[in-house]
């Protein structure tokens, strides 16, 4: 019936969508226009995590408590995804073994289907960061997720049966799967992790009918693999070199070279254009991937670590990339979402790509050429001092360059965290204000000899993580104006919370902590309306929709990466309160209105 209804509505899709947008996945061009429903991730391909619903505002959202609750009943790992509403059921799926639920929103969450997939259990033992997924996706009657022992699986919306799956990583190189699928016409764009064991980053299209590969680009090496070809137009001069993924790397380094891809990514329907990140250079040590007798970021710059690619999304095609730190060196991944949203920027509306670099700067470019438009410091950075706008390029500060094996450097700001991480940011056309949770850290390294074997953790680098010279607080949450290219307002927390943010109509902000509150602020003066205890850490991201009976809700999974009984935060470094607040285990909280 669902299914019916939707396919009724695409005509009007149609009318609205630009002829380009045909290309998109037409069902989820409805579905983002449906307030009432989430079917992806960010809720829209621009990723603006922002919702027109608006029963809940500023006037109201001192009276939201909880609807119901479904506990999930895993404790080994956190959750770091959100869940999708479609029609008048919603979907989740868990960490590690990765058990997905269909909850039936007529009856206050039951349990409509259950699937557990197959997973190699060799691999629960070895993976990096966490056995969780960042979020999973729906389209043509299919929920879509990956594993992070690297299989894409499809399953029936409505029954639960698997559909297809395709084992898409390559196990024995440790090549995870963490991040949502975005699904772009028949194309399942999907990327992967394990940047720490020295693989080349990728991304991948599967057929959504059957799961078979369609096409792979990689994001070093030669052009062919790159999927580089006459379309390719780099907007700064550092960047139109031949065959850039082998040529500005030493040697034959671009084969361990990481720049893995295990971030958001978003979508511009008229430009049929994909955008996202990639990851740290590998190893962590930068002379393995330049000249020691030259060791110039310049012309080291190792791309494309550390950037932003815009890929057809029909054929893979590179169209354009800008790398935020060339020859990165701090393990400053730049995997996190990259907003699409056109701003008026000198007097003219640029078609314009934000991106809140883990690196500490706030990036504005423009997203059909790739040019920097502005960046600009969000928390304190000392490794460089700014962006040299006619080149693109950072201006480096010396002295936080690494030297060589075994030279400390001190006082690296922002540490490897990043002054954001993965956790993706929000923005809202009402306000004109991007909200986001960052933190407040800093950190020595000292770089170490490594040995590349396959599978086998290739990093070469040792982290000291310290608190930073700008106040006590470990994070905070931000509201940026990116014309002014200032904070309208921020939200010193003591903790270093890693949690999503989503804003609403209701002139709404709500991000959660990792000591267990989740908290709702006017999105234009930063006022805390409203907070609840859920006793668990956020690492996940909050998500709205209109349950069957009219009613708007506020969903939000809890539950942070844990070992042992104490969840693995930078805080423990500090003062090993966080345990006082929070410990292992999953929920998903569901609030309402009386």
Known sequence: MLKSRLLMKLAVILAVVPISGVLANQELLYLQQDAAQWAMSS???????????????TGNVRNLRVAWTFALGIQDDGVEGEPLVVGNTMYIVSPWPHQVYALDLT??????WMYEPKLDEKYKAVTCCGLMERGWSYADGKLIFNTVDGQTIALDARTGKEVWK?????????????????????????????????????????????????WRAYSTGPNEEMLIGPRFKPFYDQDKVPNPGVSTWFGDSWQRGTATTWGYMTYDPELNLFYYGTSNGGPWNPKYRRDPNDPSPTKWSNKYVASVLARDATTGELVWAFQFTPQEMWDYDEIAENILVDLRIGGQVRKALVHVGRNGFFY????????????????????????????????????????GTGVVIQDICPNLIGGKNFQPASYSPRTGLFYFTATNLCMDQEPLDVEYKPGERYVGMRNVHKPSPAGDHRSELIAWDPINQRRAFTIKEPFNNR?????TAGDLVFYGTVDGWFKALNART?????????????????????????????????????????????????????????????????????
């Open 43 to 57: 809720k829209t391909y621009n990723g603006w995590r922002y919702s027109p619903l608006n029963q809940i505002n």
């Open 107 to 112: 009856q206050d969450g039951t349990i409509k």
């Open 166 to 214: 395709t084992q898409v990583g390559e196990l024995a190189k440790q090549e995870a799967m963490t991040a949502p699928p975005l699904i772009v016409g028949n194309n399942v764009i999907v990327g992967m992790a394990g940047g720490e064991f020295g693989n080349r980053g990728w991304v991948t299209a599967l057929d959504l009918k059957t799961g078979q590969r369609k």
């Open 364 to 403: 504005v470019l423009d997203r059909t050429t790739g040019e920097l438009l502005s960046a600009t410091p969000y928390t304190h950075v000392n490794w460089a001092t700014g962006y040299d706008l006619k080149t693109g390029f950072p201006l480096y500060n010396p002295d936080k360059i690494h030297k």
């Open 499 to 503: 949690s999503g943010t989503m804003v």
């Open 526 to 594: 930063g006022e805390v309306l409203w907070q609840f205890r859920t006793g668990a850490g956020t690492f996940a991201n909050p998500m709205t929709y209109l349950g069957p009976d009219g009613k708007q809700y506020v969903a939000l999974l809890v539950g942070a990466k844990g070992q042992g009984n104490r969840p693995v935060d930078q805080d423990d470094v500090f003062n090993g309160l966080i345990g006082k607040y929070s410990r292992r285990g999953n929920v998903l909280f569901v609030f309402s209105l009386p």
